[in-house]
């Protein structure tokens, strides 16, 4: 046994203070009201921001951090939920940006009130072969998805090539179907250029664009690939404005939404699918661009008649790898609340079990209600 000294002898009886251990944490913590103050900070926090708490008390995060994930402002900015980040560059005012592990969560019977955690740790970038370590830039983690890009994109080009010839052969009227598959090409290959970086720092561009030519679009895509297709029901409303989104970003979020509804719904005696615009007033997010309150009146839901998600899994399904399907990679909805949330979207799932329906539900803002 080890022999302590007199000193720490007489105060290892002594049961530690809470505000000495918060100290003591080796991680930055900051904790935030529900507008995204910093309220109190830690040593390890003031060291890293290379400012004391009287100086940081009262800026908003917006204020000190850039991240090049816009999750983690997105989870934020709903005030209840947790996240751990590993690996993302962060830009500190004043500092080169630099790879961290961030966490965040909600302080327990304090609605709105968060605490956000940064420990500065290797990443995901650390796994290079040839020792470069953070920020190389040239890690297996990074090299992996441009050899998939590039296995990917190469036959995308000859399916492209062999529409546009089959294209000169086609009459008029047949000629739409040659066209789709060369705009879908098209927008994988963007959407595999967005995809291959990980660490990027901003989201595509949003841009006025009308919500019902985007599902129309979508639609289009999954009856020209449905061997048996379910029927969509539409219940539009035709008064809405034009919203702010990426028609790009926004065809993808709808195709995933809708295939996994027709695939949900497609054994049932009477298989439906209903997508639905309404306008809903008082939406909001807490924290828009800038910090501001952000508007979100145009829903958009998809509805199927499937037997809904796994009970289980209903808190979860937009964490990365996690799925009912048998042989699903999990990936499909995370990537949905990443596209929505870059549009300053919100997206949401709920189950009605009394009538048998599993919605989805997008809320988007209007365009000219926030910067593109």
């Keep these: 046994m080890i022999a302590l000294p007199d000193w720490r002898r007489q105060e290892a009886g002594q049961k530690p203070d809470p505000k000495r251990v918060v100290a003591s944490l080796p991680l930055a913590l900051l904790q935030l009201d529900p507008d995204l103050i910093v309220q ?19 800026k908003s995060v917006a204020e000190l951090f850039e991240f090049d994930e816009p999750l983690i402002l997105g989870r934020l900015a709903e005030g209840e939920a ?39 740790g290797v990443g995901v970038e650390a796994l290079s072969g040839d020792g470069r370590g953070a920020g190389g830039g040239e890690g297996i983690a990074l090299r992996a998805p441009d050899v998939l890009a590039h296995e990917i994109k190469n036959p995308l080009a000859g399916i492209r090539g062999a529409a546009q010839l089959l294209d000169r052969k086609l009459s008029e009227s047949d000629r739409a179907m040659t066209g789709l598959i060369t705009a879908e090409v098209d927008r994988i290959a963007k959407l595999i250029d967005q995809m291959q970086s990980l660490s990027r720092r901003r989201a595509e561009p949003a841009q006025s664009c009308n919500l019902h030519e985007a599902v129309r679009r979508a639609q289009a895509v999954i009856a020209a690939g449905a061997p048996e297709p379910v029927a969509i029901e539409e219940e539009f409303d035709p008064s809405l404005p034009p919203i702010m989104a990426n028609p790009d970003s926004l065809v993808q979020v709808m195709l995933n939404l809708m295939s996994n509804a027709r695939e949900a719904c497609r054994f049932q005696a009477r298989p439906r ?14 924290a828009g661009p800038g910090g501001k309150p952000l508007r979100l009146p145009i829903e958009l839901r998809i509805s199927d008649n499937g037997p809904g998600i796994d009970p289980s899994l209903r808190d979860h399904i937009f964490e990365p790898f996690v799925t009912g399907k048998k042989n699903g990679q999990g990936l499909g909805l995370a990537l949905v609340q990443k596209l929505v949330r870059e549009m300053n979207g919100r997206i949401t799932h709920d189950r009605d079990e009394l009538g048998g329906w599993t919605h989805f539900r997008i809320h988007l803002p209007v365009a000219g209600s926030v910067a593109g």
Excluded: K, Y
Aim: charged share 15%.
């Design 82 to 120: 947790q996240l751990f980040a590993r690996g993302v560059r962060v830009h500190i005012r004043g500092q080169a940006p630099r790879p961290f592990d961030v966490m965040t969560s909600p302080v327990t019977h304090c609605p709105g009130w968060q605490l956000l955690m940064l420990h500065e």
């Design 273 to 286: 699918m209903i997508v639905r615009t309404r306008f809903a007033s008082g939406i909001q997010l807490h």
């Design 40 to 58: 109190a900070v830690n040593p390890a926090a003031e060291q890293l921001l290379g400012q004391g708490a009287r100086r940081l008390i009262g």
